[in-house]
């Protein structure tokens, strides 16, 4: 199945620091790409939908200028926390929309960024 | 609207045993079913799908059905393993003026040897 990374794969920063995860999907092209939050031992929290040359659909409650989104090419999205306390400690996870077979959507997933704002 | 149930957690088997962890969805549309794994530490793992209707997604001897008379995707395997243990996300897929999809709240399965 298709690929997808992020980097870094975990982080430690003070308060008030920003901090950007990289998504990146390795072998196949994602026009949209999706950032979830996932609390211990929770499901995933739709956060964002982040669309290639356009700009981001937050879900509601998610605060846009909080978290930055940029989807600047087919294979690259960025999220970056602004100003991190720490209840924005968690696990971020990615995820790119890939096209199979008869039109299929599928999501890949990345590996995950868990943040720790100290 | 849109949701997945899946049965709550944790299950607890001991190796070899028969699993079954169910779920059921209501959708406004015609969505497609994913079961995703967790590991511990890691991200989610697309475990398998089906896009309609009586098709069966299977993949490392898991298995699950779409049945859409009983709006079921319920996961199953024969004999389930110490790596196993991990958690299990059911999840739909619509594509309602864009792609979403929807996650269960995900079962944890601890398998002791």
């Known amino acids: 199945g298709a690929v997808v990374s992020q980097h870094p794969s975990r982080v430690i920063c003070k308060s008030g620091t920003s901090v950007k995860i990289e998504c990146r999907s390795l072998?196949?092209?994602?026009?949209?790409m999706f950032w979830y939050r996932q609390f211990p031992k929770k499901s995933l929290m739709l956060m964002a939908t982040?669309?290639?040359?356009?700009?981001?659909?937050?879900e509601q409650g998610v605060e846009k200028d909080k978290f930055l989104i940029n989807h600047a090419s087919l294979t690259l999205s960025t999220l970056t926390v602004t100003s991190a306390h720490p209840e924005d400690s968690s696990f971020y996870i990615c995820?790119?929309?890939?096209?199979?077979?008869?039109?299929?959507?599928?999501?890949?997933f990345g590996p995950g960024t868990r943040l720790l704002v100290l | 609207g849109n949701s997945v149930t899946q049965m709550e957690g944790p299950v607890t088997l001991s190796e070899e045993a028969f699993l079954t962890i169910n779920c059921t969805y209501t959708?406004?549309?015609?969505?497609?079913l994913f079961w995703y794994v967790q590991y511990p530490g890691e991200g989610l793992q697309l475990l398998l799908k089906?896009?309609?209707?009586?098709d069966k997604g299977s993949n490392k001897g898991f298995e699950a059905t779409y049945r859409k008379e009983t709006t079921s995707f319920h996961l199953e395997k024969g004999s389930v393993q110490v790596s196993d243990s991990a958690v299990y996300f059911c999840?739909?897929?619509?594509?309602?003026?864009?792609?979403?999809?929807?996650f269960g709240a995900g079962t944890r399965l601890f398998v002791k040897a």
């Open positions: 995820s790119a929309r890939a096209f199979e077979g008869a039109g299929i959507e599928t999501q890949y």
């Open positions: 072998d196949f092209q994602a026009t949209t």
């Open positions: 982040s669309n290639e040359g356009s700009k981001a659909t937050y």
């Open positions: 959708a406004t549309g015609y969505p497609s």
């Open positions: 089906a896009t309609k209707a009586d």
């Open positions: 999840a739909l897929g619509l594509n309602t003026g864009g792609f979403k999809t929807i």
